[in-house]
């Protein structure tokens, strides 16, 4: 009788993890993965990451309504002169409205040139990719595109050039 009792139990374990996703880890990306590639086409600009390699490069996801990621990305925006080595940023915002986006990125006096908007929102593939469902991120690459640090503040930047 007794071993009956592990059998189930061991059956009902293997029966409750057959069906997790398990080539999708649920922590997103993590320092020392490559970042996945992605093209960005809006109406300024045509930008691929790809392109910015041999570069520091920050990227910045974010949207309007999400105050944290907001001030984190403005305030990175912000820190970009004055580093110890150039880096270029690739801000994306999830705003499912591009009048939206605009008004942020000149309340927030942004560089123009960093800003992307992505009005998919949530739904975007680019926010699938990155595995933004548990909040905004921002992941700094080295020159090889290899993600060196995530969710880092401003004050933090700097160091990691070093």
């Given at each position: 009788m007794k071993h009956?009792?592990?059998?189930?139990?061991?059956?009902l374990l293997f029966s409750l993890t057959a069906f997790i996703d398990?080539?999708?880890?649920?922590?997103?990306?993590?320092v020392g993965n490559a970042a996945p590639?992605?093209?960005?086409?809006?109406?300024?600009t045509d930008d691929c990451l790809e392109s910015l390699k041999g570069n520091y490069v920050l990227l910045s996801f974010w949207a309007s309504y999400d105050a944290e990621s907001?001030?984190?990305?403005t305030l990175l925006d912000h820190a970009l002169s004055g580093l110890p080595q150039p880096v270029k940023m690739v801000s994306v915002s999830f705003d499912e409205y591009n009048s939206i986006f605009s008004e942020t990125v000149k309340q927030d006096r942004l560089e123009p040139s960093h800003c992307?908007?992505?009005?998919?929102?949530?739904d975007s593939e680019l926010f699938e990719t990155y595995r933004l469902?548990?909040?905004?991120?921002?992941?700094l690459l080295d020159?090889?595109?290899?993600?060196?640090?995530?969710?880092?503040?401003?004050?933090?930047?700097?160091?990691?050039?070093?």
């Open positions: 009956v009792r592990w059998i189930f139990v061991a059956v398990k080539a999708r880890p649920t922590s997103g990306l993590s590639d992605f093209s960005l086409t809006d109406s300024r907001r001030v984190s990305n992307h908007v992505d009005t998919s929102g949530r469902e548990r909040g905004f991120n921002n992941f020159k090889n595109g290899i993600i060196i640090a995530k969710n880092i503040t401003a004050d933090q930047l700097a160091g990691y050039l070093k």
